[in-house]
């Protein structure tokens, strides 16, 4: 056996773990990241694209947001089309002047491995039957099989960033963790192509054959989604029958703007509301998809990650380098009360905008709430403020 020694054992090498690795690098806390996929199949998944500028400003505060801020778009409104038509929720306006950045996950992942790579620091990817043992000590462990060896890291603090199938949450008693889960009766589909964007912002459409999502990557690289049912095949979508479907749940003046074209990647997704609680068990601490996930219709997957990284980090550098535990000792119960927040908002989001039972009256009260909140300055202010992101929770 290989014995290593650490001051946090990172587990998942998604953009959750690698944001964190690289702002305790940035701090001089030692860490190492495990990982049960290769660098090639993490950067494969093609996730949520729109940051919100606290996550904006942590990239920036770890120091990889260099071809972020020259690549990234900065979006200062988004559009929801109902009843044929669409109107423009102004962030900059309702919101006190702040923005959302779309940048696509995938290419931050990219830049926080190569400023990986580029650090002192360890990283272990393929890594095959991860373990999490002695929790509840000083001295957690994180053990592991690489390349035929068997690998033990000894740490001062675990931070469990491997997703919702990972191997952090299940290492948590039964008795001690209590999950909520809703799980939605659709689905999305989702198409990413190399075509320009039928809009210079988002598109959020509700319409009476489900909801879509008009989205990008770049001026030249377009992503779309639209509602299908649970059960729904991606092979039985051909490309055409994206487009044609999508047009169809338009306002009629946007359709002659798609330009449609083959798709590079498309994919169905279930949606769910999920967390799990408490976040962190002993010295184990959980973090984005392991704890919570959220429907991305508010896009906050990302997002919401990136603040329980926010805590964590500040937390942990508290902890190492000042000899303060309150603030650890707390992790879970700060972030939770945020994640609520950021769980109701995308809850009513996905409730306004998706077909649910084709139900004429529910249709019909999803169109005077949409009328209601795009009609009142207190109404916008809610979506704009929620929408731009909650204050991270500060840590003192």
């Known amino acids: 056996m290989v014995s290593i020694k650490t001051q946090v054992g990172i587990v998942g090498a998604g953009p959750a773990g690698l944001l964190l690795g690289q702002l305790l690098t940035e701090q001089g806390i030692a860490n190492v990241i495990v990982e049960r996929q290769t660098p090639e199949h993490v950067l494969s998944r093609i996730r949520a694209g729109v940051l919100e500028k606290g996550t904006v400003d942590l990239v920036r505060e770890a120091g990889v947001a260099k071809r972020m801020d020259r690549e990234g778009l900065r979006h200062t409104g988004f559009d929801i089309a109902f009843s044929g038509k669409r109107f423009r929720v102004d962030l900059e306006k309702y919101s006190g002047g702040s923005f959302v950045m779309v940048y696509g996950q995938t290419e931050l992942t990219r830049d926080l491995m190569e400023a990986r790579e ?6 272990y990817y393929s890594a095959k039957d991860v373990r999490l043992r002695h ?10 099989d690489s390349n035929g060896e068997n690998i033990s890291i000894e740490c001062e603090y675990i931070a469990g960033c491997d997703g919702f199938h990972g191997v952090s949450r299940k290492s948590i008693p039964s008795d001690v963790i209590t999950e909520y889960e809703k799980v939605y009766p659709f689905s999305w589909l989702g198409i990413l192509t190399e075509t320009p964007p039928i809009s210079d912002e988002l598109i959020y459409v509700n319409h009476e054959r489900g909801f879509a999502l008009c989205s990008m990557r770049s001026p030249t690289l377009s992503r779309y989604y639209l509602q299908v049912d649970g059960d729904a095949c991606v092979e039985n979508w051909s490309d055409d029958h994206f487009w044609d479907e999508l047009r169809i749940r338009l306002p009629p003046g946007d359709t002659s703007n798609v330009v449609s074209g083959s798709s590079i990647e498309k994919s169905i997704a279930p949606i769910r509301s999920y967390v799990a609680e408490p976040m962190q068990y002993g010295r184990l ?11 991305p219709t508010g896009a906050k997957g990302l997002n919401l990650a990136a603040s329980d990284i926010a ?3 500040k937390s942990i550098t508290l ?7 309150d603030a650890i000792q707390r992790y879970s119960e ?3 009360k945020r994640i609520w927040q950021v769980q109701r ?3 009513w989001m996905t409730n306004l905008l998706h077909n649910f039972d084709n139900n004429p009256f529910s249709y019909r009260m999803q169109l005077a709430e949409l009328d209601y909140f795009t009609s009142s300055e207190s109404g916008l202010t809610a979506i704009a403020e929620n929408y731009v992101g909650l204050p991270n929770p500060a840590v003192d």
Not at 118 to 123: E, I, P
Request: glycine fraction near 4%; charged fraction near 15%.
């Open 311 to 313: 805590v964590l980090f």
């Open 319 to 325: 902890a190492i380098k000042e000899g303060r535990t």
């Open 334 to 336: 700060v972030c939770l």
């Open 285 to 295: 601490f959980l973090a984005g998809d392991a704890a919570h996930i959220v429907p």
């Open 345 to 347: 908002f995308s809850w």
């Open 135 to 144: 929790l509840t000590t000083q001295k957690p462990e994180v053990t592991f």
């Open 118 to 123: 580029a650090s002192d620091m360890s990283s």
